[in-house]
Every structure is written in structure tokens, then in C-alpha cells.
């Protein structure tokens, strides 16, 4: 069974930094795209980041400049570098791997960021 992990979500002050990383298993086919999405309390999930095949990467308007999302194949992994952060980045996020046939999942970590 595909299985994506999440880790280094936790409780940091506005200003600060935070490395996310999503780490894949059991995937039977490449990963095309990875993404990073986010859901706060009492609101939909947004798309923060994403990164295809080609290394082309697109941002939310609200991240760009302080977020950096990368991908290393041979590890099957995803990365979420995030500075400067701030209150308003408080959320669950979520990484997401597509492959031509399916969409995985991970199961989410939690990012507090205190004013």
C-alpha cells in the first residue's frame, strides 16, 4: 500500500523557519508532480506549492518569496523549506504525489506559527 510520511511541522515564532519533508513508499509508478497543501480551521485547503517533472514550480501568491519547494527522485521525497513565516501560515499541511494513474495523500502535519 502506497504510503506518504510527513515530518517537521511543530510550533515555531513569526519570523522563524520550518523544513517539511514527505517521503513516499510502495508507489508503483513515477511521481509526475508533488505538492504541498494546507488547510486552517474553518477553511478549504489551498494549494502553497508545487513542483512537476520538469522542476517547473508554481507558489500561492501569499508564499512566494519566503517558501521553497524541492524534490530528490532517487529518495522519492518532497521538501517544503519555509521562512519568515507568519501567524497566517498556521495550518495542517498536507503533501500530495501524482502519478499518471493515481493521487496520493499524506496524512498531514501540523504547523503553529505564534505571533
Known amino acids: 500500500q502506497v504510503q506518504l510520511v510527513e515530518s517537521g511541522g511543530g510550533l515555531v515564532q513569526a519570523g522563524g523557519s520550518l523544513t517539511l519533508s514527505c517521503a513516499a513508499s510502495?508507489?508503483?509508478?513515477?511521481?509526475?508532480?508533488w505538492a504541498w497543501y494546507r488547510q486552517a480551521p474553518g477553511k478549504q485547503r489551498e494549494l502553497v506549492a508545487a513542483i512537476a517533472s520538469s522542476d517547473i514550480t508554481n507558489y500561492f501568491d501569499s508564499v512566494k518569496g519566503r517558501f521553497t519547494i524541492s524534490r530528490d527522485n532517487a529518495k522519492n521525497t518532497v521538501y517544503l523549506q519555509m521562512n519568515s513565516l507568519k501567524p497566517e501560515d498556521t495550518a495542517v499541511y498536507y503533501c500530495?504525489?501524482?502519478?499518471?494513474?493515481?493521487?496520493?495523500w499524506g496524512q498531514g502535519t501540523q504547523v503553529t506559527v505564534s505571533s
Open positions: 500530495n504525489a501524482n502519478t499518471r494513474y493515481n493521487n496520493y
Open positions: 510502495r508507489v508503483p509508478f513515477s511521481i509526475n508532480a
